[in-house]
């Protein structure tokens, strides 16, 4: 057995929408409806531009595979999700325009620009670009 690539992240919001638009806005991804059961009202899946559902964005309401407790806000055990981007003057312009928190790391030694910010449900996200 081994692990070919991370698959996709889940993310359960009393925000449906505004998560949806936040990703879209500030990543280019492209929002389409998750595949039956679930409904386009509950759940969302954000596109790559490869044609990968790596977001998978759910109401609070949204029936689920495996059943535990909820809660938003900050997420618990998971610290952040890295996300290898590319377009970081983009990225940048988007944040500012916005308004938004962010914190800008960089790593000489591999060529690594790392964008920390957060979306609006606490979740951090950790935007690398190399030798971008």
Same mark, same amino acid.
């Given at each position: 057995?081994?692990?070919? *690539? $991370?698959?996709?992240? #889940?993310?359960? %919001?009393?925000? $449906?929408?505004? %998560?949806?638009? +936040?990703? *879209?806005?500030? $990543? =280019?991804?492209?929002?389409?409806?998750?595949? &039956?059961?679930?409904?386009?009202?509950?759940?969302?899946?954000?596109? =790559?531009?490869?044609?990968? &559902?790596?977001?998978?964005?759910?109401?609070?309401?949204?029936?689920?595979?495996?059943?535990?407790?909820? *809660?938003?806000?900050? %997420?618990?055990?998971?610290?952040?999700?890295?996300?290898?981007?590319?377009?970081?003057?983009?990225?940048?312009?988007?944040?500012?325009?916005?308004?938004?928190?962010?914190?800008? #790391?960089?790593?000489?030694?591999?060529? $690594?620009?790392?964008?920390?910010?957060?979306?609006?449900?606490?979740?951090?996200?950790?935007?690398? +670009?190399?030798?971008?």
């Amino acid at each position: 057995m081994k692990v070919n *690539a $991370l698959d996709h992240v #889940n993310i359960i %919001t009393a925000d $449906l929408d505004g %998560t949806c638009d +936040f990703y *879209a806005e500030l $990543l =280019d991804l492209e929002r389409r409806d998750a595949p &039956p059961p679930l409904t386009p009202q509950t759940a969302q899946w954000m596109y =790559d531009g490869a044609g990968r &559902p790596i977001l998978h964005i759910n109401s609070l309401d949204c029936i689920r595979t495996y059943e535990r407790d909820v *809660a938003t806000g900050p %997420t618990g055990s998971i610290h952040h999700v890295a996300l290898n981007c590319s377009g970081y003057d983009d990225v940048m312009a988007r944040l500012n325009a916005r308004d938004m928190d962010h914190q800008v #790391n960089l790593i000489a030694a591999i060529g $690594l620009r790392q964008v920390f910010t957060q979306d609006p449900n606490g979740v951090l996200l950790e935007l690398n +670009f190399f030798g971008d």
